[in-house]
Nanobody, 122 residues
Framework: QVQLVESGGGLVQAGGSLRLSCAAS????????MGWFRRAPGKEREFVGA????????YYVDSVKGRFTISRDNAKNMAFLQMNNLKPEDTAVYYC???????????????WGQGTQVTVSS
């Protein structure tokens, strides 16, 4: 079982950068695929990307590819979402997620954090 807590959200200007952190519980953190989702007001939740158990593989949706980077530090039980060249349309609540099944899919995530707000101004 894993508990997740996101942090690092805030207000930034368009073109700026922000790094989100996800602190996870559990001694078997390295056995979980970590994913990131976001939900903007009035829109359905959107899959952003994921990182494999080892951190060797990542997947990103086209809208963030080249701008966002997912990483993890298994020794510290943490995952990260580095966001560069932010756009106003990136404004959303961002969620850290984890799942036991391998594969960088956009479904079947078992654990969810409470979310952290990211607001990008023009």
């Amino acid at each position: 079982q894993v508990q997740l807590v996101e942090s690092g959200g805030g207000l930034v200007q368009a073109g700026g950068s922000l790094r989100l952190s996800c602190a996870a519980s559990g001694r078997l953190f390295s056995s979980y695929v970590m994913g990131w989702f976001r939900r903007a007001p009035g829109k359905e939740r959107e899959f952003v990307g994921a990182i494999s158990w080892s951190g060797d593989s990542t997947y990103y949706v086209d809208s963030v590819k080249g701008r966002f980077t997912i990483s993890r530090d298994n020794a510290k039980n943490m995952a990260f979402l580095q966001m560069n060249n932010l756009k106003p349309e990136d404004t959303a609540v961002y969620y850290c997620t984890a799942k036991r099944q391998p594969g960088l899919t956009r479904t079947a995530y078992d654990y969810w954090g409470q979310g952290t707000q990211v607001t990008v101004s023009s």
